[in-house]
């Protein structure tokens, strides 16, 4: 029987891919032409050419699969066509949850994100967290992919209403090796790495092991229940804590001036005005900036009762990241390390 993944060569994919290999699936890859395929030339899984975009490429890749990891998005902050992120997103989630329900799959996990959930109140303690039962609302979401995502899980959630067999999960914000685009989390590190931080604004994220994200999702397939969501996260970190873990890590100092938020706002305004008039993608979007004025604080024991899911260590994720980074040169060696981390010349 066969298991189709899409979105395998992106960061979270990519590890849910590895990890229902090693499990001894039969795996099947919905890849896009012209994706970068090196960091999966070890997985041995079959690789199946098309688009989220494109319905009978998805009804071709369907053929045969019993059950589907749709784990693929357009994962921006900023586009210059707002329209191909929610093609992607919700276009793409209709036509692969229809290609599944012709196939008559009998599973489909379906990968959303926290940012679909309602943001936490900055008072807010621990028992007042949210999680997946707080109600939320696509006026609520900040930006297009936020606005998109929210709209693709309510087709997952429409679909489960429907009879179809999908479970939903949502990642919090992954860390570890493998974030090779990288995401707009994995760009903080690389830039802190890089020395190119040299403020920090108050926010504060979720962060998880990607390793333990894929996790999640094998235990989704096999124990969550239809029509339910699942929050896959592990440890509540301000940004400032976040870069302090960074700098035990990789021995170099944490910044220590606090940005207010307006300034960064202004910044991002000027980076995409001047990004525009040069042709390329903005290093400070705007929408990032206005989603950091809330903490994505979150409770994530729901999928550790149901689903079994027990994540590791956030420290030992930063730390994986870090090497790997490193490794695959995006960012330059370090001076001595703490941690047990290995330690380069800087």
Do not use: C
């Amino acid at each position: 029987m066969t298991t189709l993944v899409t979105g395998a060569s992106g960061f979270v994919g990519s590890h849910v891919a590895r990890q229902l290999v090693a499990a001894g699936h039969s795996v099947r890859l919905l890849v896009r032409r012209g994706s970068r395929l090196e960091f999966l030339a070890d997985v041995a899984a079959e690789r199946v050419e098309g688009d989220l975009r494109d319905a009978a490429s998805v009804a071709r890749a369907m053929k045969g699969v019993h059950r589907v990891f749709h784990v693929a998005a357009d994962y921006r902050l900023w586009a210059r066509n707002p329209d191909e992120i929610y093609d992607s997103n919700v276009g793409g989630t209709r036509r692969l949850l229809e290609a599944a329900a012709a196939e008559r799959v009998s599973r489909i996990v379906y990968t959303s994100t926290v940012a679909t959930i309602a943001v936490s109140r900055p008072d807010a303690s621990h028992d007042e967290l949210p999680d997946e039962s707080t109600p939320a609302s696509v006026d609520q979401m900040i930006g297009h992919y936020k606005r998109s995502k929210f709209l693709a899980e309510e087709e997952a959630r429409k679909a489960a209403a429907a009879g179809l067999p999908v479970v939903i999960v949502n990642p919090t914000t992954p860390v570890g090796p493998g974030d090779w685009k990288p995401t707009p989390t994995g760009k903080i590190i690389v830039d802190f790495l890089n020395r190119k931080m040299p403020a920090y604004v108050d926010t504060g994220l979720n962060l998880v092991a990607v390793e333990d994200v894929a996790a999640g999702h094998l235990l989704a397939a096999e124990r969550g229940r239809v029509g339910e969501r699942y929050l896959l996260g592990a440890r509540n970190m301000t940004l400032k804590q976040i870069l302090d873990a960074l700098a035990a890590i990789a021995g170099r100092s944490a910044p220590r001036v606090r940005l207010p938020h307006a300034v960064a706002l202004a910044a991002g305004y000027a980076d995409e005005w001047f990004s525009r008039l040069v042709g390329r993608d903005p290093r400070i979007p705007v929408e990032g900036v206005k989603m950091s004025r809330h903490r994505m604080f979150v409770s994530t024991g729901k999928a550790e009762r149901e689903l079994g899911y027990a994540p590791g260590s956030v420290e030992a994720a930063l730390g994986r990241a870090v090497n790997w980074y490193e490794e695959h040169g995006y960012a330059r060696g370090r001076a001595a390390g703490k941690n047990g981390v290995r330690a380069e010349a800087a």
